[in-house]
Every structure is written in C-alpha cells, then in structure tokens.
C-alpha cells in the first residue's frame, strides 16, 4: 500500500520556465514532509521540507506548497535551470511507537529544455 | 566529514547465496533506515531502527533481516538472494530532531543471477 504517491513518472519544462512537481499521500499521521533530488549513481539529496503545521515554506528557487485537507503537496521550481534535472522524490515521516518512519514516492523525472 | 557510508559499492550474488550490506553513519544520529531503490517503484522502505538494539519492518521487509550493534552500524542482511532482491540499495540516517532531513549512503548495487 502506497502511503505516498508521485502520479507523473517525468516532466519535461522549457528552461526558465516553473515546474511543478505533485505528491500526494494517505496517512494523516505524517507531519513532516520533504523532498530530495536524485542524480544518476548518487544517493538521493535533502533539497527543501515542510512541517504539518504550515501550508508553504521557501528557500531560493524552491518552495513547498502543502494542503493538509487534500492531503497534498507540491514543489515549485522557477526559474527552473538545467542543473534542476534530476529525479525528485517526495518524502513523509511520522512517529511510530517512538521511531521515526520515513517514506518516499515513487519519484518524477524532471528534465529541463534549454 | 565521511556521513553515510555504505559498502560495498556494487556485488554480484548467486541465487541462494547471502550476504551482509554494511551501512555506518558518524553524526550521531539516532535513526538509521534501508531503502531498496526499483524504477517505477521509488525508494521502499525495507526496515528502520530508531536506535541501538530496535529494528522496525518498512514496506517491504520479506527476505531481509537487520542488525542494529551500536548507535553507527546498521547492516542488512540477504540469507538467500533471490533475482527479486536485484536493485539498489540505499542506507539513511537521521537526527532524533522531529523535524530535519535523513542524510543517504551513495548506494549499494546488488545484481542477483
């Protein structure tokens, strides 16, 4: 059972334009959300988070949409860049009997057009 | 600042034969996890470990078993490698803070014939 979601397996986005990556998940109980960046051969990078507790949080180029009551979340790119094509991966954590469960989606590939 | 450190790097097994990946972290973190990573199917958690001693099954944890030894190993272990089992694998740690990051391993590349 898929308790987070990526629906779109790529995207593709003329460079300088925003992409738009989508997360969606099931379990009320995460209250921490994160997406990585993923290149080829490489373990997978922190690129930006979200607590439960607001619905946005910016760093630079990134920002992180999250609405609790469509148990949804999304990850804003502008401009993007062609450094920015990678695979993004969205993350969920709750606590479970006092140990922190950390689950991932199955991950968009971004690739950006120059 | 060495971080996540996993070995080996690639392996090749034969079906049946088992081997032990070895994962260690040196920031001190308290929770370590092992993701398995297949395309189309993301990065499954496969077990957990909030700390010395205490292991938790993820989503996929048939034909796995971990060993937690102290606060920086975590290794997992494959008692007889399957094709199934053919992916790569990567190790995570993270501080008991309830909100930061997990840092990844660079992977372990696991082919099973």
């Known amino acids: 059972d898929q308790q987070v979601k990526q629906n779109s397996p790529s995207l593709s986005v003329q460079e300088g334009r925003i992409s738009i990556l989508n997360c969606d998940y099931t379990?009320?109980?995460?209250?921490?959300f994160l997406w990585y960046k993923k290149y080829p051969a490489e373990g997978p990078t922190f690129l930006i988070s979200i607590s439960s507790i607001k619905d946005k949080n910016e760093d630079g180029r990134f920002t992180v949409f999250l609405n609790k009551s469509a148990k949804h979340l999304s990850l804003h790119i502008v401009p993007s860049q062609p450094g920015d094509s990678a695979v993004y991966f969205c993350?969920?954590?709750?606590?479970?009997?006092?140990?922190?469960?950390?689950?991932f989606g199955q991950g968009t590939r971004l690739t950006i057009n120059p | 600042n060495a971080g996540v450190t996993q070995t080996p790097k690639f392996q090749v097994l034969k079906t049946g034969q088992s081997m032990t990946l070895q994962c260690a972290q040196d920031?001190?973190?308290?929770?370590m996890y092992w993701y398995r990573q297949d395309p189309g199917m993301g990065l499954r958690l496969i077990y957990y470990s909030a700390s010395e001693g205490t292991t938790d099954k993820g989503e996929v944890p048939n034909g796995y078993n971990v060993s937690r030894l102290n606060k920086r190993e975590f290794s997992l272990r494959l008692e007889s490698a399957a094709p199934s089992q053919t992916s790569v694998y990567f190790c995570?740690?993270?501080?008991?803070?309830?909100?930061?990051?997990?840092?990844f391993g660079q992977g372990t590349r696991l082919t099973v014939v």
């Open positions: 995570a740690s993270r501080a008991p803070s309830l909100w930061v990051e997990a840092f």
């Open positions: 920031m001190n973190h308290n929770s």
């Open positions: 379990n009320s109980m995460f209250d921490y």
């Open positions: 993350a969920a954590s709750a606590r479970v009997q006092g140990a922190q469960k950390l689950v």
